[in-house]
C-alpha cells in the first residue's frame, strides 16, 4: 500500500517501517501518518517494542509542534516509553523517548542526561542520541561538551535538517555566533528545498546578537513571504523589529499572530514577540503558561540570548528557580 492503510496481510514489520518513513519527513508533515502506522504496528502485534517507543518519540515530537496540548501529548508519550522498555530495556530509541520526557515533562536534567547517555551507549551511532543529550547540556550552559556531541552528531548524519540545525543552535546559545551562522547558512539551501524554515530563522536570530539587525530583519522577512502560514517566523520578526526600535511594526504583527495563528504558536515563542514589542508584561504572562503546559522549549529559556532583557527581573529568576536552571556564562565572548 501507498499511503492509505495496509491490508489485514500487512506485517506489523512493514507498519512499523512506514512509520518510520513518515517520521523521517521534514517538520511536522509526517507525524499524523507516523503515528498512524505504529498505531496499526501495535494492533498487529502489541508487544513491538520498537513500535511503542517510536510512538513515543512521534508524540513529543507532536508536543514540540503544538498539535495539541504539549502536556498531554508528553503524558501519553511516557506511558509508551515505559511500555516499550517493560518490553525490552535495551531499546535505544525507548531511552532517547525517555530523556525527551524527562527533560520536558518532569524537568529531570540529570535523569534525562543519563537516558540519553544509555541511548548512545546501545546504539553509539544515533545522531538522535547525540543530538539530544548536545541540546540538553546547551540548555545547562555546558557548552564545551554540547558541542562535541552535536558535531558528532552532523558526522553520523551530515544532511540532516534538524541535526544541522541543532549544531548551529548550540553555538549560538553558547554565543560562538560565527560558527552558528556558517552552520545555518549551510543548511538554509536544503530547507528552502524542503519548504524548513528552521536554519534561515535561525540565521536571523544570530545575525540579531551580531549586531546585524537590520539583515536579521530581512532574512526574517524573506522567510516569512517563503513561508506565510508559520507564525513561529513572525514571532521571531516580532522580536528583531522592536530590537530596531520598531516596536509599532512588532506590536502589529503579535496581533496578527493573535488574529491568524496563535493555536499552533507555542507560548515561548509568542514571549519573544512581546519582548520586541515592549510588553514585559505579556512576555512573562505566555512563559508562564509555557511553563504550565510544558512547552518542551521552556527548557531553553536560561541560555536563549534574546531574552537577556529579562533577566534583571525577580520573575524570570523565580521561573528559572522552578526549573531548576541557572543563566550560564556564554563559552564565546558575545559580539
Not at 501518518?33 to 511503542?52: I, V
Not at 523517548?97 to 553509539?124: C, F, M, T
Request: hydrophobic content about 45%; glycine content about 6%.
Amino acid at each position: 500500500c501507498s499511503r492509505g492503510w495496509c491490508s489485514d496481510v500487512c506485517s506489523s514489520d512493514l507498519a512499523y517501517l512506514k512509520g518510520l518513513y513518515h517520521w523521517n519527513r521534514p517538520g511536522d508533515d509526517g507525524l499524523l501518518e507516523a503515528l498512524q502506522y505504529f498505531d496499526r504496528a501495535l494492533m498487529l502485534d502489541p508487544q513491538f517494542a520498537a513500535a511503542h517507543a517510536s510512538k513515543a518519540r512521534a508524540l513529543v515530537a507532536q508536543a514540540e509542534y503544538q498539535v495539541e496540548r504539549p502536556r498531554d501529548l508528553l503524558v501519553r508519550a511516557r506511558a509508551c516509553a515505559q511500555r516499550a522498555l517493560e518490553l525490552d530495556p535495551d531499546h535505544w530509541r525507548a531511552h532517547v523517548a525517555l530523556g525527551d520526557i524527562r527533560r520536558s515533562l518532569e524537568w529531570d536534567w540529570q535523569g534525562a542526561e543519563a537516558a540519553y547517555v544509555r541511548a548512545s551507549d546501545l546504539n553509539p551511532s544515533s545522531e538522535s542520541a547525540h543530538r539530544a543529550r548536545g541540546v540538553l547540556l546547551a540548555s545547562r550552559g555546558r557548552f564545551g561538551e554540547a558541542i562535541d556531541e552535536v558535531d558528532l552528531a552532523v558526522e553520523l548524519d551530515p544532511l540532516c535538517l534538524t541535526v544541522g540545525t541543532s549544531a548551529a543552535w548550540v553555538r549560538y546559545v553558547a554565543g560562538d555566533f560565527d560558527g552558528a551562522a556558517v552552520r545555518c547558512r549551510q543548511y538554509a539551501e536544503l530547507d528552502q528545498r524542503y519548504g524548513f524554515s528552521a536554519a534561515p530563522r535561525l540565521l536571523g536570530a544570530v545575525y540579531l546578537q551580531m549586531g546585524r539587525v537590520h539583515e536579521a530583519i530581512a532574512i526574517l522577512r524573506h522567510a516569512s513571504a517563503d513561508n506565510p502560514d508559520e507564525p513561529v517566523l513572525m514571532a521571531w520578526l516580532a522580536n528583531a523589529l522592536g530590537a530596531a526600535g520598531e516596536r509599532a511594526a512588532a506590536r502589529a504583527l503579535v496581533d496578527a499572530i493573535a488574529g491568524r495563528a496563535r493555536h499552533r504558536l507555542a507560548d515561548y515563542h509568542l514571549s519573544l514577540a512581546y519582548i520586541g514589542a515592549g510588553d514585559h508584561e505579556a512576555a512573562f504572562a505566555a512563559l508562564d503558561r509555557a511553563l504550565d503546559a510544558r512547552e518542551p522549549l521552556i527548557a531553553h529559556v536560561a541560555v536563549e540570548p534574546r531574552f537577556a532583557s529579562l533577566h534583571q527581573d525577580e520573575r524570570f529568576g523565580r521561573l528559572l528557580a522552578t526549573l531548576g536552571l541557572t543563566v550560564p556564562r556564554p563559552a564565546h565572548a558575545r559580539r
